[in-house]
């Protein structure tokens, strides 16, 4: 995997997880706190997060198996 699919996989993970999580911490708000708000910041942090590790360890898990 050369780094331009690296960059690919990041990128998707990323805009997934944070589109992801900023719906479901703006329902649990709306849900548990009566008022409709972001958390960015753990939205934020949790795409970064699996924006890096998703896409090397599906490389990783490629390269050792062969699956995907």
């Known amino acids: ?4 699919n690296l960059l690919i996989g990041f990128a998707t993970i ?11 911490t703006y329902l649990w708000n709306l849900i548990r706190h009566g008022q ?3 958390d960015w910041e753990t939205s934020f942090r949790l795409a970064i ?4 590790v998703v896409p090397v360890f599906m490389r990783r898990l490629k ?3 062969g699956l995907f």
């Open 1 to 4: 995997m050369n780094i331009k």
């Open 36 to 38: 409709g708000a972001f």
């Open 49 to 52: 997060i699996l924006g890096i």
């Open 63 to 65: 390269e050792k198996t």
């Open 14 to 24: 990323f805009a997934v997880t944070l589109v992801a999580a900023t719906i479901v």
